[in-house]
């Protein structure tokens, strides 16, 4: 789903046969001013999107951009202005808020977790733990944060995770059959397979065919000993409850990517705020 589809979806939820309230109390033809306002530190996120959403609900809507995405902001900051109809403006609000507040709070704990690794080769990845038909819109709040996208959905790579090797037999016959698969599809997609143990690892590096070793729940100590193993043959990716407080530890492995899945499922939205002028 494009972000434009996501945005008129979105509007026809919220707004469905009009805002009967700003339609009641506000006279067709009044115009206004709305400010966002900050009221939460952190990393903004979703300008262009607020810029899309307000030109769709109407084209004559002028937009005054202050703030870029991907900035700090501090309490007190304004991000952007808004002048025209009165009407218009109230019934972009509420989706303009929700979904910069919401891509504000992915962007800002990015931005947490990104800053403790900066000087390591180690790049953060999302996951697919998104919400439902908004994944377009939180994986570029991951951007915007600083992180890098891992696989946007079920096509477009191929990650052969614990429950695949169990059903498909083992290893071996996960790796195999994946490349019997592309090979008759005549698909060019990268694979990347989970290592529940330093046993797995020296035994997907027997086997090979594959781009990425991802490391599941692995303790430091075992970490250190896979990528020793893997010796920069494929690249490889540390997953599993990891948080603020331990990704230094997992980047300082020397591993390529750490997944985080909680940068888009468990996060707080910031605090932002559309007020009149």
């Known amino acids: 789903m494009t972000i434009d589809e996501i945005i008129l979806q979105a509007l026809h939820e919220d707004v469905g046969d009009g805002d009967h309230t700003s339609l009641a109390c506000i006279p067709k033809e009044s115009t206004g001013i709305a400010k966002l306002l900050v009221k939460q530190e952190g990393i903004i996120a979703g300008v262009e999107i607020a810029k899309k959403i307000f030109n ?120 195999n059959s994946t490349h019997d698969y592309l090979n008759k599809l005549k698909k060019d997609l990268k694979i990347e397979i989970e290592a529940r143990s330093i046993e797995d ?24 000993e896979a990528v020793k193993l893997i010796n920069n043959k494929y690249e490889i990716e540390a997953s599993g409850g990891i948080t603020i407080d331990t990704v230094r530890k997992v980047a300082e492995t020397g591993v390529d990517f750490i997944s985080v899945g909680a940068l888009t499922h468990h996060i707080s939205s910031l605090d932002l705020s559309l007020k009149a002028v």
């Open 56 to 175: 769709i609900v109407d084209k004559d809507i002028i937009f005054e951009e202050l703030i870029q995405d991907g900035v700090k902001i501090k309490q007190g900051d304004i991000v952007f202005y808004v002048k025209g109809n009165s009407q218009s403006i109230l019934k972009a609000e509420r989706l303009v808020l929700n979904f910069m507040q919401r891509m504000s709070g992915i962007a800002t704990a990015t931005y947490q977790i990104t800053s403790l690794i900066s000087d390591l080769k180690t790049k953060i990845l999302d996951t697919r733990k998104t919400s439902p038909n908004l994944r377009e819109i939180e994986k570029l709040a991951v951007r915007i944060g600083g992180g890098v996208n891992h696989r946007m959905g079920l096509y477009d790579m191929i990650l052969i995770k614990d429950n695949h090797i169990d059903f498909a037999g083992g290893i071996e016959k996960a790796i």
């Open 201 to 224: 690892v020296k035994k997907i590096i027997s086997i090979g065919g594959v781009h990425r070793i991802m490391l599941d729940n692995f303790n430091i100590n075992d970490m250190l």
